[in-house]
């Protein structure tokens, strides 16, 4: 079956407006993870949810970043008034959830701030 | 707090020898341990798990780990490198039974000489 999507895959933007990143887990899977990667290093957790519940929200670095995940399918993360300190790859995971631990992630989105 | 340390940031070995990438990792209990590969352009792939049991875990592509309590490792082999297998190699650890979080290391690239 089809993996772990993610859109845009590239996307710039000017510091100071929103942008949305988009992730849709693989089919059935009940949990959905959001991290975040900078260049030279590993993924760092930003929040994750079981269906539609928003589990830990305690990697989000502060209040510009928002995620939800409405119908248990697909989930948004959402950054408002970008900085230049977001850039990143933004990278989304999923998995079975009731204690199957094995994330599967997607391609990213590399978010680039001007 | 988990942490996980991959001491080599760069290695490089020559088609057809062996390869160990070293993992150490910092957990209170019995880990869940996790080895993925990145590629250019790719997201990440998981190679192998460890959950219990066989302190040896076989993974795809013919990569395997083995699990040491007493060193707080948990290392990547294989015996032949092909040149396919350059990429970026991250040792994660996790979840725990409250946060469902992987926590990876820094990363390894490898690459590899024809």
């Known amino acids: 079956g089809a993996g772990v999507s993610q859109s845009p895959r590239y996307k710039v933007t000017k510091r100071g407006q929103d942008v949305a990143l988009r992730c849709d887990p693989i089919?059935?899977?009940?949990?959905l993870y959001w991290y975040r990667q900078a260049l030279g290093q590993g993924p760092e957790f930003l929040t994750y949810?079981?269906?539609?519940?928003?589990?830990?929200k305690s990697g989000l670095p502060n209040d510009r970043f928002s995620a939800e995940r409405p119908e248990g399918s697909i989930s948004t993360l959402t950054i408002q008034r970008t900085e230049q300190r977001d850039s990143a790859m933004y990278r989304c995971?999923?998995?079975?959830?009731?204690?199957?631990?094995?994330?599967?992630f997607g391609p990213g989105t590399r978010l680039t701030v001007t | 707090a988990q942490s996980v340390t991959q001491p080599d940031i760069h290695i490089t070995v020559s088609e057809g020898a062996s390869l160990e990438l070293r993992c150490n990792y910092s957990y209170g209990a019995t880990p869940y341990l996790f080895w993925y590969v990145q590629s250019p352009g790719q997201g990440l792939q998981l190679l192998l798990k460890?959950?219990?049991?066989?302190?040896l875990v076989q993974g795809i592509k013919g990569f395997e780990a083995e699990f040491k309590r007493s060193q707080s490792s948990f290392n990547l082999r294989k015996p032949s490198v092909h040149w396919s297998d350059a990429a970026e190699y991250f040792c994660a650890v996790g979840p725990t039974g409250t946060a469902s979080k992987l926590t990876f290391g820094t990363g390894t690239r490898l690459q590899v000489t024809l």
């Open positions: 089919s059935g899977h009940v949990s």
């Open positions: 460890y959950f219990s049991g066989d302190t």
């Open positions: 995971a999923s998995s079975l959830g009731g204690g199957a631990w094995e994330q599967y």
């Open positions: 949810f079981n269906y539609e519940a928003q589990q830990d």
